[in-house]
């Protein structure tokens, strides 16, 4: 790939730090752009960012970076659609190493990106070095910097470790302008010409499993074990498994996919002592609530009453969850909070108790109707039914952990039929 370099860095680099006219140019100039053709790479760019291919994408393989542009954000917008997270976590992982490629074997656009960064007179030989007139008020921050005759000194372990923070923004940003910019016929006909992508994802979903697909934080061997169990258990209380019916529980199981056929033959094919390690192990992972003890020939599961929301005032039910208590407790709920939260409410809530709990419930200090009405019928489809299923992704910073806390908010509530019938849908949608 040959590429011109100019005094300002290509947006790929620092999309987080350009304006709209920026951002769009590398679009334009790939006019026209044949996404049928392209499908192909960008496949192949998926494909390495979540398996191990004998043959990686490098960056020879794009033309320009406008082409890595267009190629790695329409890649991870596929995935993202699909909510596909751990898929889009892991392109954006390749997207960092091959900017990484670029700029090593490209000396002079890394310091292109260097000056841009602290000013022209910016130089890079072994350390980044700055003119002390020049250095900006963040640059003492940054780890085991030195001030040597009149030059601030950057080891390049610290300027790399920035530009690596500075690369996965870049990349956040290139995603939110593509869904913004990008008008609806052109989205349907990219996840037309991306079917064989789609395909490919849940090939590898159906055969190593999902959590090769999506993030999970549960051993999914364990999570198998478990939810073996309490399939058919739909009252909630107590109940003690002997490693017997453990044995026949699985032995009746009908595997769905290649995955759980594999960790049924496993199971099955393991000493009773053997079994009941892996459910020890589970327990000891403190990393599924359901599970409460394991004795020497029994397993004891906890199915817990789940919590209705009927009513607004319900809603302070949740606030025994220290994630949800520190939403309360926010009077700004950022965007992605807000959309990750109601998402799940509006299962629960109209549109017009959404907005109660938005002013009287949560005293949102940003609140705003003609906005939060706007933000809110987003998250509807056409038939007025919740689009989205959010999880927990959105509450990262929050959580506490299961050490803290042994339920999840989202696990804890029981949601209408309807939103069970559309999961069930979309994931057989998603063939699984």
Not at 337 to 349: D, G, H, K, N, T
């Amino acid at each position: 790939m040959s590429e011109k370099v100019n005094r300002t860095p290509h947006p790929i680099f620092n999309a987080h730090a350009c304006d709209e006219q920026v951002l769009i140019r590398p679009l334009l100039n790939a006019r026209p752009f044949d996404v049928y053709r392209a499908s192909n790479l960008i496949e192949r760019f998926v494909s390495s960012a979540i398996t191990e291919s004998s043959n990686p994408i490098t960056v020879t393989d794009f033309d320009d970076l406008d082409s890595m542009y267009i190629i790695t954000m329409i890649g991870r917008w596929a995935a993202a659609t699909k909510q596909y997270s751990l898929v889009e976590k892991r392109c954006a992982n390749m997207f960092v190493l091959l900017l990484f490629e670029y700029i090593n074997t490209n000396p002079a656009v890394k310091i292109g990106i260097v000056r841009s960064m602290f000013g022209e007179s910016a130089h890079m030989s072994g350390d980044v070095t700055i003119p002390i007139a020049d250095a900006h008020a963040g640059i003492p921050d940054i780890p085991d910097t030195t001030i040597k005759s009149k030059r601030v000194h950057i080891p390049i372990q610290s300027f790399d470790k920035l530009m690596l923070e500075s690369f996965y923004q870049s990349y956040e940003f290139m995603l939110k302008f593509f869904k913004k910019t990008i008008d609806e016929p052109t989205k349907v006909q990219f996840i037309s010409a991306l079917s064989g992508l789609t395909k490919q994802i849940k090939h590898i979903a159906d055969s190593k499993g999902p959590w090769h697909v999506y993030e999970t934080h549960v051993n999914p061997l364990h999570k198998f074990a478990v939810d073996l169990l309490l399939d058919d258990v739909l009252q909630s209380g107590t109940f003690s498994f002997s490693i017997e019916h453990v044995r026949l529980k699985l032995q009746a199981y009908i595997p769905r996919a290649k995955w759980d056929k594999r960790f049924q033959t496993h199971l099955l094919d393991l000493h009773p002592d053997s079994l009941l390690a892996v459910y020890r192990a589970a327990l000891t992972s403190g990393k599924i609530p359901e599970l409460r003890a394991v004795n020497n020939d029994s397993i004891l599961l906890e199915r817990t009453v789940k919590l209705h929301l009927n009513t607004i005032g319900d809603l302070q039910q949740l606030r025994t969850f220290p994630c949800i208590e520190k939403v309360f407790s926010i009077k700004k709920l950022s965007h992605p909070i807000r959309v990750v939260m109601f998402s799940m409410l509006l299962w629960f809530y109209s549109i017009e108790g959404c907005h109660e709990i938005l002013k009287n419930t949560l005293h949102v200090d940003n609140y705003d109707h003609d906005t939060s009405d706007k933000q809110l019928r987003s998250l509807l489809d056409k038939d007025g039914m919740p689009r989205y299923f959010h999880g927990t992704k959105g509450f990262g910073k929050f959580c506490v952990g299961y050490d803290n806390c042994d339920r999840c908010w989202l696990n804890s509530l029981k949601f209408p039929e309807e939103y069970y019938e559309r999961k069930r849908s979309v994931r057989r949608k998603n063939g699984y």
